[in-house]
């Protein structure tokens, strides 16, 4: 009887923990395979602005190794957000993927891991390809409005973007 009932309270805590999930923010990121062309890697850099056009977080930042010297084609987010602290684009940075569908999670945590307060805020995704083209999608993000999901169409660099929300309390 005893495990029986230590079984039911654990059950219920692991349900009610299911039921508050901290809030998150979930980008699918796909990269085309193009075969025209000579083809590189993208550079890739996905953030956050609030209303003032201020970087908020970055997500993911995907460059070559040695590519340090071509941040600055990712033109927005460079201004925004890369050019200032190369301690933070050490930190951030990741290897160029290939053609595929990638997992972007965002917290809703600031670049300092402090919870953002509701509101409205921009999504930003820039695909930079050497010898290939440029793309910059944005979205605006309403997180008053609780849990949702947009599919964004496919560009010359993106393949769709999902963009999911969860978690949010109404």
Known sequence: ???????????TI???????????????????????GQYHRPYVAVWVENPQGQPV???????????????KDIRRWWRK???????????IASATRPAGRYKIDWDLKDDAGKSVELGTYTLFVEVVREH??????RHNIDLNAGDFSVQIPA??????????????AR
């Open 81 to 91: 957000a890369g050019r200032e602290d190369m301690s933070f684009v050490d930190g």
């Open 57 to 71: 977080k970055t997500l993911s930042l995907w460059v070559w190794n040695e590519g340090y010297k071509w941040l």
């Open 132 to 137: 290939g083209g440029r793309d910059l999608v």
């Open 1 to 11: 009887m005893r495990h029986l009932i230590r079984s039911i309270a654990v059950s």
């Open 14 to 36: 692991l349900v009610s923990s299911a039921a508050f999930a901290a809030p998150k923010m979930t980008v699918d990121l796909t990269l085309p395979e193009i075969t025209e």
């Open 155 to 168: 560009t010359t660099e993106t393949g769709i973007i999902d963009i999911r929300l969860s978690g949010m």
